[in-house]
């Protein structure tokens, strides 16, 4: 058993680290956060230069082809550095869609310039509150063509591309409708607006469609299955995203709980702080054990990968959640403050909760996948 | 990243599965494979001889205390290949645990700090579990504060003679050797007066009492020494080192308590597959549901954190203290599962009756047990800062005792 990243992972994780500290600051993410732009574009080029993007798309398509243990140690690097770049939505998603379902002819026109950081794609699903169901999209397909509105869609302000949930106008509500298009949002018929979001870092938008221009992504109907495929790859990047940002919160709260003096002693040497740290560490460092489970499966393409993508996602949306928050509370007053960085983690972590369906629905997928699984022993 | 044993590892797990195979009591499968967490391994008949009759035939074909050296009655085994028996010995290893202290945490103190006369005399009829042996730490004024302890050892010629009582000590009224911390200067800080001996149980002056747990079980005794004679030759370390020997023996106790900590969750998923609550089975409840998902993470973050460990380990790392997050997240796991599980028994949860009640008693048994969980080997407050300072490196807890002799610590309000 070797349940660790490989030597060259570490080393690719280390350069990812020493990159965002060079050029995602917290002034950078800052920028972003006060500025009038919704991503910093010249990191999101850079770290397409630096090959970190297109880390898992086969070199045939630009990538390098290195594989998903690198794509989830770059993930978890972008998490920390609460880096305000489209990467779940651009990578996780929408390039992992191409992959998964996208012809040889889709997949040569726009991998290329996903893994170099000069296109930008997103999903574009949710259309109004509550959790995503078939009978919850409405989004209609007549003759090649989409009318309906998405909201939110993470990113897709920014994105140049979006694959698009759309219900065949024959045949009812159900799953079995559905399909994905490819859908330019640069193109006549799309219509886009940003939304505020709790998290200014990462950019919401509605995109209103009127007759856009479409072309089909994987067969009819096959849609929901496809989204289930491909969100549980998206689960175990984001889930690294998530276990970074963890892991970066804790690392935070415990430097400050040692310089912050109260009662004549550093507040780290008070129990009700050390042990709130401790339990700090134990969800994160759960919750990153999971994600090397996830790991694992997304790298192996194993048959328990949906059951180790629910155990990542519910365990490293608890985690993140848990140290954010934790983390505001060890600081204070001055965690509460717009000056300390306590709050982007605390945005991050609650945007990241519910990108990809709410925890609710992850713990509801796992379960499902246990009992099954449970069922065929 | 991957889970494959190497070719010398599947060779090692196919030679100790085919060994099991033919050799394991299978007579005895049912009833461990039922047996719960806080119920005994053998719901009838006699769990310490048949557990003395497996250790026996293991040691006879050279499979106990695998990480052993085999000069001492081992097999000189790697870490993961002790993973892999464990993997292997599935059930059966229920009928280790009385050995678990011996062989797990005193063995490793003998190995490190007694004569070599004393070492092939005990150690070998430790592994075939023909003599078993229990730790006695902790007082009833020193638990977490364990270097508080009191019970006296003082010189007489080539004796130490000790007076005292400990408590909490697992399986004393099984053991024939014990392995005790004493205070030999009580003038001097109180880490710095402490010394460690073993002795044999059945030395005049040795009186163990079991009692009674909230679980109505006796796993635990106290033990009460009236002047018991130890020859100085089995002092384990230097006089006044004994909380150093102590350390080794605590390391490895969180080892071996650490890894594998059962969760109850294998055993919550089973019930709520089968459990009807009247308004259908339970699994199909979102509220259900959504509390085993976070018992499954809870269960999976452990094993796959406990994978990590051992990935280390085959590295050549000393296991660390991060290894006090098992015990941690299982013990209250074990409570909260079992008022969840009889939650959804509704009144009738409050039943003990194994014959009468849902799912054979397991959450009431698991109930009354878990609480001693989050006590014994390291209460859930002392594993917390031991993460704190120790894994997180924060500052050690202000100590008013700190610096004082042990005569003049203050014991009550004055």
């Known amino acids: 058993m070797d349940f660790d990243f490989s030597p060259d992972q570490q080393q690719l994780k280390d350069q990812a680290r020493r990159y965002l500290a060079d050029h995602c600051s917290s002034s950078a993410v800052r920028a972003v956060l006060d500025g009038p732009q919704s991503h910093d574009a010249a990191l999101w080029a850079g770290l397409g230069t630096q090959g970190f993007l297109g880390a898992a798309i086969p070199e045939a398509y630009g990538g390098s082809g290195a594989g998903y243990g690198e794509l989830c140690v770059i993930a978890e690097e972008l998490g920390r550095a609460v880096a305000p770049v489209p990467f779940s939505s651009s990578i996780g998603l929408f390039a992992e869609l191409l992959l998964r379902a996208g012809t040889e002819a889709q997949k040569q026109r726009w991998l290329p310039g996903l893994a170099d950081g000069s296109l930008i794609g997103t999903l574009a699903l949710a259309e109004q509150p509550g959790r995503v169901t078939p009978a919850s999209l409405t989004t209609t397909l007549t003759a090649g063509r989409i009318t309906g509105t998405k909201r939110p869609v993470t990113d897709g302000d920014i994105a140049d591309l979006a694959v698009v949930a759309t219900r065949d106008t024959t045949g009812g509500a159900g799953a079995a409708t559905l399909s994905l298009q490819v859908v330019d949002l640069r193109a006549a018929g799309v219509q886009r607006q940003a939304l505020p979001g709790i998290d200014p870092t990462r950019s919401q938008a509605q995109i209103d469609f009127t007759g856009a221009e479409a072309e089909p992504l994987g067969a ?10 491909v969100t549980d790859r998206a689960a175990v990047l984001m889930a690294f995203e998530q276990v970074g940002g963890a892991d970066k919160a804790l690392q935070t709260a415990c430097d400050y709980a040692q310089e912050r003096f109260a009662f004549g002693r550093p507040i780290a040497s008070l129990q009700a702080i050390k042990h709130m740290l401790a339990d700090m560490y134990v969800s994160a460092t759960l919750a990153r054990s999971n994600a090397y489970y996830g790991a694992w499966a997304l790298q192996a393409d194993a048959p328990e990968l949906a059951e180790a993508a629910a155990t990542a996602r519910v365990s490293a949306t608890q985690a993140y959640q848990h140290c954010a928050r934790n983390n505001i509370q060890v600081h204070g007053g001055m965690g509460f403050t717009w000056a300390f960085d306590c709050h982007l983690h605390y945005r991050r972590a609650n945007l990241l909760a519910l990108q990809l369906g709410s925890l609710s629905e992850w713990e509801d997928r796992l379960v499902g996948h246990l009992v099954a699984k449970r069922a065929a022993a | 990243m991957n889970f494959d044993d190497t070719p010398q590892e599947a060779a090692f797990r196919a030679e100790a599965r085919a060994w099991i195979d033919a050799n394991a009591p299978k007579h005895l499968h049912a009833q461990l494979a039922a047996a719960g967490y806080g119920q005994s391994p053998l719901g009838s008949g006699d769990a310490l001889a048949e557990s003395k009759a497996w250790q026996k035939k293991k040691r006879d074909a050279g499979w106990a205390c695998l990480h052993w050296p085999k000069e001492f009655g081992g097999r000189g085994a790697t870490p993961i290949e002790r993973v892999i028996w464990q993997q292997e010995e599935g059930v059966y290893s229920k009928l280790a645990g009385v050995f678990m202290i011996g062989q797990g945490m005193i063995a490793p103190t003998l190995m490190a700090f007694a004569e070599e006369r004393h070492k092939q ?46 408590i909490w000590t697992s399986g004393a009224h099984y053991s024939q050797y014990g392995m005790i911390l004493t205070r030999t200067d009580p003038n001097v800080v109180k880490h710095d007066g402490l010394t460690m001996f073993f002795f044999d149980m ?27 004679r130890i020859p100085d030759h089995q002092r384990l370390g230097d006089v006044g080192k004994g909380w150093k020997v102590s350390l080794t023996t605590l390391m490895n106790e969180r080892m071996s308590i650490g890894a594998g900590m059962p969760t109850g969750f294998p055993e919550l998923l089973d019930f709520c597959c089968d459990y009807d609550t009247g308004a259908g089975l339970a699994v199909n409840d979102p509220a259900v549901r959504s509390k085993l998902a976070q018992f499954a993470v809870r269960t999976s973050g452990l094993k796959y954190t406990a994978y990590r460990s051992i990935s280390a380990l085959s590295r050549g790392q000393i296991p660390g203290p991060e290894n006090s997050i098992g015990k941690l997240v299982a013990g209250s796991m074990l409570q909260e599962i079992a008022a969840f599980a009889m939650d959804l028994q509704g009144p009738s949860g409050v039943l003990v009756d194994d014959a009468q009640t849902t799912a054979a008693a397991r959450f009431q048994a698991m109930l009354l047990r878990s609480p001693a969980t989050r006590i014994e080997g390291g209460t859930d407050e002392i594993l917390r800062n031991i993460i704190a300072e120790r894994v997180l490196g924060l500052p050690a807890d202000m100590r008013a005792d700190r610096g004082m002799p042990y005569n003049q610590i203050p014991t009550r309000v004055r």
Request: charged letters at 20%; a negative charge; one cysteine or more.
């Open chain 2, 202 to 228: 059945k030395s005049p002056g040795v009186e163990v009492r079991p009692i009674k747990q909230v679980n109505g079980q006796s796993g635990f005794n106290e033990v009460f020494f009236t002047d018991l």
């Open chain 1, 220 to 229: 009819p109907g096959a849609g929901w299955a496809l989204l289930h495929a």
């Open chain 2, 121 to 166: 005399r005990y150690l070998p009829s430790m592994a075939s579990g023909e003599e078993i042996w229990c730790q006695l730490f902790s007082e009833p004024v020193a638990g977490s504060d364990l270097a508080g302890l009191r019970t006296k050892a003082e010189k007489d010629g080539d004796h130490w003679v000790v007076n005292g009582q400990k």
